[in-house]
């Protein structure tokens, strides 16, 4: 198959997973800009344009969901032939020195490479580049959430440097890796029994939370903060407790909305990216698995008892590969619990970079003046040796600022009441 041949001319259907069904229901149709994952960097040095675009065209060739497309009449993807001329629907290169700062050429490369996709007929990605002089450069890269995820992005800029280096440098082309369609891991609907204690909950004030959000989507403020020095005391806490910093910020999470919600029963969804096998480890692809943790705080005589529930709630989801909330929530009749999404991650994950050989990078911060969010409240938190810090959207139709900052102060005034905890003992 060449890069000509259509969707309807494309022999083999792939299936879906749940949740790209379920973006795909949301959306309503097949062109769209909200699930359009954006991420902008300054390249300073001697930046080889040829080479950067010829390592794209070889990660296309080598993973064959890039080249996917979603036609409105079938419940699947078929993907478009590997070849040269498919970068021309990908790359968009705009004349050198147009621009004054990185800023301007941001605010113009938005306006062609964030625009909506077609998804019955464009590959699920966009790279737009420019020169602002000899030196620098900006490079906006788009891929679609029916196919990025976090680790997506991470394995894509991993690829694309190794082709830029080997295009650049010499050296052996990579291993052509499991493709996405083999890689995913098959559901054991076995492991959907047990979870009656966690859905059985009536979480009140978060179902009170998601009846507010009355639209699928509606105005959002986006609130940042800073606490310098407190990662060390969340891995200390981490180690003590023989988890995970994700269960410390999670115990420090549900203890806040708690506190603002007026409630003990307390619940958020998270997500992971569930590659469960060593094939769809290295795949690019959509793996995203959706998890709650929900607890009723006032069961616990201690916080030791509710780090360890927590902890316990989370192995059993990790121990079910793949397992998606829709199938819970029909399992057990339950309704949505999932106004509250929270994220707690390296900061190295969270800001994935793009590192080319000799290219010094730098990520852009993309301000949205027009921010549209889809759940109540969206918690993005990361941290790297010295400092935690978090990202909050929220929908001004549903939670005040008021709410917003105090959900916000009470995580971290949790969250440094258990680092501390922990080093006093």
């Known amino acids: 198959m060449t890069t000509t041949d259509t969707p309807a001319t494309a022999s083999i259907i792939h299936p879906l997973s ?40 070889n990660v296309l060739d080598r993973h064959d969901v890039l080249r996917s497309v979603y036609p409105a009449d079938q419940d699947g993807y078929r ?20 621009f004054a700062s990185a800023d301007e050429a941001l605010a113009a490369g938005l306006d ?16 737009w580049l420019t020169r602002l002089n000899q030196t620098e450069a900006v490079l906006i890269v788009c891929g679609h959430h029916l196919v990025f995820d976090a680790w997506t992005f991470m394995l894509f800029y991993e690829d694309l440097a190794a082709e830029y280096r080997t295009l650049t440098a010499g050296g052996k082309p990579r291993r052509l890796p499991q493709q996405y369609s083999d890689a995913q891991a098959p559901q054991d609907d076995d492991a959907l029994d047990g979870w009656s204690t966690l859905l059985g909950r009536r979480y009140l004030a978060t179902r009170a939370l998601d009846a507010c959000a009355k639209t699928p989507k509606g105005p959002g403020a986006v609130h940042r903060r800073v606490w310098p020095g407190l990662s060390a005391g969340v891995l200390g806490a981490a180690r003590h407790h023989s988890v995970t910093p994700f269960v410390i910020a999670s115990v420090a999470m549900l203890q806040a909305l708690s506190d603002v919600l007026g409630d003990e029963e307390a619940v958020f969804g998270s997500a992971y ?3 469960t096998t060593a094939a769809s480890a290295n795949a690019l692809g959509y793996y995203s698995t959706t998890l709650f943790v929900g607890e009723d705080l006032g069961a616990h005589s201690s916080v030791d008892q509710l780090i360890s529930s927590v902890n316990s709630g989370l192995k059993r989801w990790h121990h079910c590969a793949r397992i998606q909330w829709e199938d819970l929530l029909a399992r057990y009749d ?16 969270a800001e994935r ?17 027009n921010l549209s969010a889809r759940r109540p409240v969206n918690f993005i938190g990361s941290y790297d040796a010295d400092v935690v810090s978090v990202s909050v959207i929220t929908r001004t139709d549903v939670l005040t600022d008021d709410q917003a900052t105090s959900l916000i102060d009470g995580f971290g005034r949790r969250l440094t009441a258990l680092a501390e905890s922990a080093s006093a003992r």
């Open 18 to 57: 749940p949740q790209q069904r379920r973006m795909l229901e949301f959306i309503g149709g097949r062109t769209d800009s909200y699930y359009l994952m954006v991420e902008a960097f300054v390249l300073k040095g001697d930046l080889d344009v040829g080479a950067l675009r010829q390592g794209a065209v």
């Open 334 to 349: 339950a309704n949505d619990l999932y106004p509250v999404k929270f994220a707690f991650q390296p900061k190295e994950l």
């Open 112 to 127: 062609t490479a964030a625009r909506p996709m077609g998804l019955d007929s464009e590959p699920p990605l966009r790279m």
């Open 273 to 275: 990216a569930g590659r």
């Open 79 to 98: 993907t478009i032939g590997p070849g040269a001329d498919l970068i021309d629907r990908i790359w968009i290169e705009a004349p050198g020195g147009r």
């Open 353 to 369: 970079q793009l590192k080319l050989p000799g290219i010094d990078t730098s990520r852009i911060s993309r301000k949205k003046a």
